[in-house]
Each structure stands twice: as C-alpha cells, then as structure tokens.
C-alpha cells in the first residue's frame, strides 16, 4: 500500500499522467485532500517546466446543485493552463473535436480577469471585488477522466476535471450585480439549464476571496492579468459529438461551444 512521499508521489502521479493514467488506483482513498493539492500542484509545475503557461485558476463546486450532483459540500480549486490545442482559454464560438476530449461536459460561470495581486490569508470580499478588472461569461469544457464523485482526491489530484474554458466579451466590473446574474443555458436550442450569480458562494466574488485564501495555504497567491473561474451556476451538463451549447447571461452577454 503506497503513502504519501510529497515529492516522490508527486514524481509518481506524474509519471502515470505522462502514461495517460489520471486516476491511479493504488491510491484511491489513500490521500487527504490537501495532500491531493499538492499533487495537483506539483504537476502543474512540471507542466510549466515543460512549456505550459499558467493563466489562472478554477474554483468548483460552489453551487448547491453542483455540490448535490457530486455528493461534496466543499469547494475545489484547480490550475488553468495553456498548454495545447484545446487547453486553456478560447473565444466563444469555439468548436471541439470531440474524439480529441475525455468524457467531456460544459459548466457556464462567471469568469474574471484580475486588475491587481491578491495574496491569502484573510482576503475579504471586498478586497476581492475591488481586485477584479473585467468579467467575462463563460462555459467551462471539463474532462471526466475518472469517477470524481466516488474518488475526490484524485480528481482534485488531477486539477479538477480542468480542460478548457470558452469565454465570451469582457465588460468592466461596474456596478454589476453578480449575485443577481441570471443565466439560460440550451442545448441544439433547448432550454437544459438555469441559474443565478447567488448559486456561487452567494457571489461570485465570495468564491474569489476563497481561492485567494485557500491557495495561500499552499504558498501560492493569485496574480494581476490571470483568470479565475467561479464556479458553475448550473449542474454539469454532459454533451454528445454534434452538441451545440449557449449559455446566455443576463446583463453579461452569451458564449458558445460545439462539439464535432
């Protein structure tokens, strides 16, 4: 039975990824979650190491209906990086490959773009608000490279599902009012979901200041230019080779997917 070695089983985890192992079962239920973090961030090293550029961060699980979906009553955090083809951000309108995707599905969030630093502990609202730069909606395309609900560690281990993320115009923070920030989402034109920006944490700055606070635990803190994806405001849909998905948000404006 493996235990955790810091480096060494990151070393592992990360061997077994270059294998196209991304749930290694020897350690299922073997790791804590923070221990699953630090997996999750040593490979995001390696990868930058070898040429990916990090341009933010995901935040999941934040919503009631994501968090019943997936049977976790806590948020989740995972790194955003460009890093190929398909990962890290598009524009709205983007078209997928679908044999180039693991399992995919779609999540529709409020995304932003930090104007200054944020460094944890103690981050508040209110100094997370004040950091956002522009806002952007956005469909984030995960991979369901394992079973996520039965071994959350090792999806936290392997960022959290994290893919891509499609987004549609930035507008400045304003005024907007993010908690009331309704959004439509259909599939080939039919209504598949709904939500608002209070599913997030109550708001979606909320689930900023989290992230801020929670990745500082690990010597990390968020920086001025980069990403940060809130969370979903609906559940995770699945989508099929010939899908086409809209997600329309008030006040904020649509983004698009598609699947060939």
């Known amino acids: 039975m ?7 089983t990151v070393e592992e985890f990360w061997r077994q990824r270059n294998e196209g192992v991304y749930f290694p079962q020897e350690w299922d239920g073997l790791l804590g979650i923070d221990q699953a973090y630090e997996v999750q961030l040593g490979i995001m090293e390696r990868r930058i190491a070898h040429g ?4 933010g961060w995901k935040v999941g699980l934040t919503s009631p209906a994501m968090q019943q979906q997936f049977s976790v009553f806590e948020p989740g955090f995972g790194n955003i990086l460009e890093d190929g083809p398909n ?11 679908f044999d180039s995707l693991i399992a995919p599905t779609v ?29 952007m909606p956005a469909i984030e395309v995960p991979e369901t490279r394992g079973d996520f609900t ?9 960022n959290a599902q994290e893919k891509a993320i499609v987004l ?3 507008m400045p ?21 709904e939500g608002r920006g209070d599913a997030v944490l109550g708001d979606p700055v909320n689930s900023l200041a989290w992230l801020a606070n ?8 968020l920086a001025a230019g980069q990403l940060i994806m809130t969370g979903s405001l609906t559940r995770q849909l699945p989508v099929a080779r010939g899908d086409t998905v809209l997600a329309r948000f008030d006040m904020l404006g649509d983004t698009s997917v598609s699947f060939a």
Request: hydrophobic content about 45%; glycine content about 14%; aromatic content about 6%.
């Open 2 to 8: 493996p235990t955790f070695e810091g480096e060494a």
């Open 52 to 55: 990916a550029s990090l341009i």
């Open 87 to 97: 990962d890290g951000p598009h524009s709205s309108g983007m078209e997928f490959a």
């Open 107 to 135: 999540e529709h969030e409020v995304c932003f773009r930090l104007a200054s630093s944020l460094q944890g502990p103690g981050v508040d609202a209110g100094q997370a608000r004040r950091a956002i730069g522009e806002v």
């Open 150 to 158: 039965r071994q959350l560690t090792l999806a936290m281990a392997d």
């Open 168 to 170: 549609g115009e930035p």
């Open 173 to 193: 923070l304003g005024v907007l009012d993010l908690p009331a920030l309704g959004v439509q989402v259909f599939v080939n034109g039919a209504l598949a979901a």
């Open 214 to 221: 929670k990745l500082a635990q690990f010597g990390y803190a």
